[in-house]
């Protein structure tokens, strides 16, 4: 960066030299901003996309005869935006990936600053995570936690390989940039304990459903929990359930949403947007783009949203 002395301004004789002065001493105008700061309402830069599970199991299976959990931290499959220059984030604040661990297989214990979980799509009886040194089984349907700086790796110890979708508040973290990760010494943290049933990080799939059908003759047609406690910091996690023909209403948020298809199948409508969905899919509703679902069968669908960011920080809009 050049450095130009108060003399220099002062000798200023139009505005183009001004302008020359600013920039070589590293300051811009305010009145002459390439972009504005500011604007009367919310603008997201990341489109409304849809990935297909059918079409990602199959590369994950593919990617499984040449990447092994030694080569790679992770054998998962990034769901990136397709907006120009990004490579990695789902939706401004979070990312989604599939992942899949094959029999006999263990992905490696480690830790990080990022927030995450997982919806379990399709696995064996014996697979299960360790999350702080407690197995917890993964069964299709469940939905299982890791908060920050909490120790968790994958075993599969059942003959079938195992997929799952991960959700991770990375993005935010790049962003505020307090990122830490550490691998687990030795690999991978083992554990003598049998399977924790009841585990707080596990939200298994049938007390979900006990409590959707409890709210059968108050909600007909659509019905909605939120998931916990415990909950994470950064990201609420919602499940609904629509009846076949039944349709949420339109609506939009600041905060930012991905859906993965627990069961069922369907249709979306993200802003101009349309996708067809079945179990397994993963659709992203950007920020402040209007969105709704409609059910050609019984569908359950998770929301992961950053919700509780938006709130905490009086951002959240609806």
């Known amino acids: 960066m050049g450095h130009t002395n ?49 079409l990602a199991k199959p590369a994950l ?10 080569l790679a931290e992770r054998r998962n499959l990034i769901l990136f935006n397709p907006v120009p220059g990004n490579t990695y984030a789902t939706a401004r604040t979070m990312i989604s990936a599939y992942q899949m661990v094959l029999p006999g297989e263990t992905a490696r214990s480690h830790r990080h ?25 993964m069964r299709a349907g469940d939905v299982l936690l890791t908060p920050n700086g909490s120790w968790h790796g994958h075993r599969n110890e059942g003959d079938e390989p195992a997929y799952w979708i991960d959700f991770l508040d990375a993005p935010l973290v790049h962003f505020l940039e307090p990122m830490f990760f550490e691998p687990f010494p030795g690999g991978a943290q083992e554990s003598d304990q049998t399977v924790d049933e009841r585990s707080p990080m596990r939200f298994p799939i049938a007390k979900t459903r006990e409590r959707l059908e409890a709210q059968a003759e108050s909600s007909p047609g659509v019905r909605e929990v939120r998931l916990g406690p415990p909950h994470l910091d950064t990201m609420a ?17 600041t905060a930012s949403a991905i859906f993965a298809v627990i069961e069922g199948r369907g249709t979306a409508r993200v802003a101009e947007r349309e996708f067809e969905w079945r179990r397994g899919d993963v659709f992203v509703a950007p920020a402040w783009r209007t969105h709704a679902c409609s059910a050609l069968e019984a569908s359950l669908l998770l929301r992961v949203s950053d919700e509780p960011v938006l709130r905490k920080l009086g951002w959240l809009r609806d």
């Open 113 to 137: 600053t990022p927030n995450a979980l997982r919806l379990v799509l399709d696995t064996p009886e014996r697979a299960y995570t360790v999350v702080d040194g407690r197995k917890i089984p």
């Open 237 to 253: 996690l919602d499940v609904l359930r629509l009846d076949a023909g039944a349709a949420t209403a339109a609506t939009r948020s």
């Open 6 to 54: 108060a003399a220099g301004f002062a000798a200023a004789r139009n505005m183009e030299e001004l302008y020359t002065l600013l920039a070589t001493s590293g300051m811009g105008p305010g009145w002459n901003k390439p972009e504005p700061s500011l604007w009367p309402a919310p603008k997201s830069s990341f489109a409304p996309a849809h990935w297909s599970y059918a």
């Open 61 to 70: 299976d593919a990617a499984g005869r040449f990447v092994s959990t030694e």
